[in-house]
């Protein structure tokens, strides 16, 4: 953390998939006593299921301070916010050894059925030399992540006969 440096990468791939990410670190001071190294992601794709897309966002920065050429207090902050599709499949009926003929792309999950999550994560870590052979480390971090955004899975379909249900 203490040399300059800034990268930023991009990605694509199948189904609309796209990520870019940025990343940055460097001294704020001349004397490197604080310092700070920022994460920056952002992912959106489609899928060859009908009715998934992904979109994700993350933003962690961190910021240390060498309060001595033995002591230093990094703090750390991790943001992380997706809207996913729920896609669960499908099951073979209980009594066939084949599946159904049913075309992969198919989601009976229907449109709109997507989970919007969000995380966040705060911590420090401190840590003092004593000498070359004696060092003590802290850490603690406390998360987020709120009991709505929790999805149960609710299996779609009867066990009894060949039709699948939903509501």
Known sequence: MDEAYTAVARQFGSYDFYRTIVD????????KSLLYRVNLAYENSGSYRDFV????VFLAP????NISDRTSL????????????TDYGFLAPN???????????????GPNN????????F????????NDHWK????FDISYLPLSDLNPHVPIGSRQGRTLCRS
């Not at 897309?53 to 994700?56: A, G, I, L």
């Open 24 to 31: 940055s670190t460097g001294p704020i001071t001349d004397d």
């Open 53 to 56: 897309e992904h979109e994700r």
């Open 62 to 65: 961190n910021l240390r301070w």
């Open 74 to 85: 990094d703090l750390h902050l991790e943001y992380q916010r997706s809207n996913n599709a």
């Open 95 to 109: 009594n066939s050894n084949r599946p159904f003929a049913l075309r992969n792309s198919l989601n009976l999950s």
């Open 114 to 121: 997507n989970l919007d999550s969000e995380r966040i994560s």
């Open 123 to 130: 911590g420090f870590d401190r840590s003092h030399a004593f």
């Open 136 to 139: 003590i480390n802290h850490r």
